[in-house]
């Protein structure tokens, strides 16, 4: 993991700055990464013509600050802060990227989202080396009436129907802006605890945690410090963005209690953090008949032992049920009448750099049953690692290489069992259906095939970083249809389950029909109030003998990571509120060449057919040449 300096800042809004006075106070004064002046006059409509918000807060550096206070010891105007917003090339030459905080105003949304939508487009748009950064100021739980007038209210008991009011608040600027990179929150803590209220705010993309002095226990006869529910609301939001830290100050605040608070903040969350900046949290499909997996993909594959774990497990059962239900076999010529044990075919089928077929000779081993193992794969790169484990691992074993595409192989027996990897993060992406077809007519009547059934799953998700993240890649509408995995990150499920979208079985002729098309209408049931970015995938198989994998949450196979989820985005998010039927209608589509996706929302808001005839994706079942 890497690791990043966490900064830690003042913030207030009172026009009458007690900043510098507090600042002096301090027995360190190097402890403040970068404090905040606020801007006491209004904008200039010829200076500011395309930003009309009275309040509009720069963070300054330590040594910015200090020279502002020189300057003026009672805070800082437009003109000493040096916010030049006409000319952001100047603000930039000897500092950091100012950043500019819109304040909550819930009664004017309309308005703070036009703003921002001139900032982007005006400021943000232009040439210059270095852009300012927008930061939109919303408290966690929403519009509460402040104890003081104040521009940022977040001092009384929320009510659930506040919080969705700032949720929605910040996705209209969202909308506005055209889900803008330039954007984010500056998200202020609350005294009240409520995990449901919180969590939604951990898809979105927070650059800032705002926390009230009020929220630190007083320092005597206890040290400063927050309580376990904020310091885990925290520790989540550091997780999944990089964050500055903000201690917002109030009128009773002193020099000692601030000092305390801070040095409690240093401690608690300046350790290595688990964040990775830049991260990207989608990533494309995998093709592996389009193109051959590198060295790389495979060790990563094979670091998860769960999955093999699992599939040892079933190859004994499976072998243990064919050895109970087969007739033993006379030994040809034998006086004694004894009894010849029989040879089971395994062929293992996409073998990779073998770990399945070593999970199958494990298998054998643990029950004394005799195997012979064909092991085939089509990619040249792991041919070298294959005839070295010949030699070595598998030299007691009666396994026998094969280097062709599983659909054309036609080996001179009949197979007891076949067993596949063939599974992407929506079970069937990678055309396990189409590969198995022709292998599986190589089985003898009634045999196994490993995985037995297989069945992918969606949920309706919002999750404005990954919709913005799919917007960024996307250079047309187009390319914003295209499906990608998705790491685990947060997202807000707005149902209370996945609902199994397709089932795919697999073994000897006769046991699935095979079809060109599949459809489907899944129907969902709002829980919450939220925006539908799109639905997100996933799978679950039955390998054999109640032995399963599964990426589906609340069914997760403890400890499996080789595969994530899969998001199948909407072109334009729709806001739903709690109790909204949400209807999808999805398809899986193929042809001789190639298979691909497409679906469309038909509730609470019809929305066009996505992906139509593989437009944006496809699944080609061909190699790239």
């Not at 030299?395 to 094969?402: C, F, R, S, T």
Request: net charge negative; with cysteine.
């Amino acid at each position: 993991m890497t690791a990043f300096q966490l900064e830690f800042g003042l913030f207030e809004d009172n026009p009458q700055s007690r900043l510098p006075t507090v600042l002096s106070a301090f027995a360190t004064p190097k402890k403040i990464a970068f404090t905040t002046v606020p801007i006491r006059s209004a904008f200039d409509k010829g200076r500011y013509e395309y930003l009309t918000s009275e309040a509009c807060f720069r963070v300054l550096s330590r040594e910015e600050a200090s020279r502002s206070d020189d300057a003026d010891s009672s805070g800082s105007s437009a003109e000493d802060s040096g916010i030049s917003l006409a000319d952001p090339v100047k603000v930039n030459d000897k500092a950091d990227k100012p950043i500019i905080l819109f304040p909550f105003t819930p009664d004017d949304s309309f308005a703070v989202a036009e703003d921002a939508t001139r900032f982007v487009s005006e400021v943000l748009l232009r040439p210059t080396n270095s852009k300012p950064i927008a930061w939109f100021h919303v408290p966690i739980y929403g519009n509460q009436p402040p104890a003081t007038p104040s521009k940022f209210p977040s001092r009384t008991v929320a009510l659930p129907e506040e919080a969705r009011s700032a949720y929605f608040y910040w996705h209209r600027a969202m909308v506005q802006t055209r889900y803008s990179s330039y954007l984010s929150l500056a998200l202020e803590l609350h005294a009240t605890e409520d995990t449901v209220a919180r969590d939604r705010w951990l898809s979105e993309p927070v650059s800032c945690i705002i926390i009230p002095i009020s929220l630190f226990a007083a320092p005597v006869p206890l040290p400063a410090r927050l309580s376990v529910f904020h310091r885990a609301t925290i520790h989540s939001l550091l997780q999944w963005n990089q964050c500055k830290i903000m201690v917002r100050l109030d009128e009773a605040v002193t020099a000692a209690h601030l000092e305390a608070c801070l040095d409690h903040l240093r401690r608690e969350f300046s350790k290595d953090l688990p964040y990775v900046p830049k991260r990207r949290h989608l990533s494309p499909t995998m093709q592996p008949l389009y193109y051959n997996l590198c060295q790389s993909e495979y060790s990563g594959f094979e670091e998860d032992l769960v999955k093999y774990d699992q599939y040892e497990k079933a190859v004994g059962a499976a072998l243990g049920h064919l050895r109970v239900t087969r007739k033993p076999i006379a030994s040809a010529g034998d006086p004694a009448g004894t009894i010849e044990e029989e040879k089971f075919i395994v062929a293992v089928l996409g073998c990779g750099r073998g770990p399945l077929v070593s999970s199958v000779l494990k298998a054998a081993a643990s029950i004394q049953a005799k195997v012979k193992v064909f092991a085939l794969d089509k990619n040249p790169e792991t041919q070298a690692i294959l005839k070295e484990k010949l030699v070595t691992v598998w030299k007691d074993a009666e396994v026998e290489l094969i280097y062709a595409d599983m659909r054309g192989w036609r080996p001179a027996i009949l197979l007891d069992i076949i067993v596949s990897e063939l599974l992407g993060s929506f079970a069937d992406d990678e055309c396990s259906p189409e590969c198995l077809e022709e292998p599986e007519k190589l089985l003898k009547p009634d045999e196994i095939s490993i995985p037995t059934s297989y069945s992918n799953y969606l949920e309706p998700v919002s999750s404005t970083r990954m919709y913005r993240e799919l917007r960024a890649r996307s250079f047309d509408s187009r390319q914003q249809m295209r499906v990608f995995g998705w790491y685990r990150t947060p997202c807000l499920k707005l149902a209370a389950e996945e609902k199994r979208v397709l089932t795919f079985f697999q073994g000897p002729p006769g046991k699935d029909v095979k079809v060109t098309l599949r459809e489907t209408l899944v129907d969902f049931v709002a829980v919450t109030d939220g925006v539908l970015h799109g639905f997100a995938g996933s799978f679950t198989a039955d390998l054999y003998g109640g032995f399963t994998l599964s990426t589906v949450q609340g069914k997760e196979t403890p400890g499996l990571f080789s595969w994530g989820v899969i998001f199948f985005p909407l072109l334009e998010p729709v806001r739903v509120l709690a109790g909204d039927q949400i209807q999808l209608e999805f398809r899986r589509c193929g042809d001789l060449f190639r298979i691909w996706y497409e679906w469309r929302l038909r509730s609470p808001r019809s929305s066009p057919m996505h992906n139509v005839d593989g437009d944006a994706l496809e699944f080609p079942l061909y190699f790239s040449d």
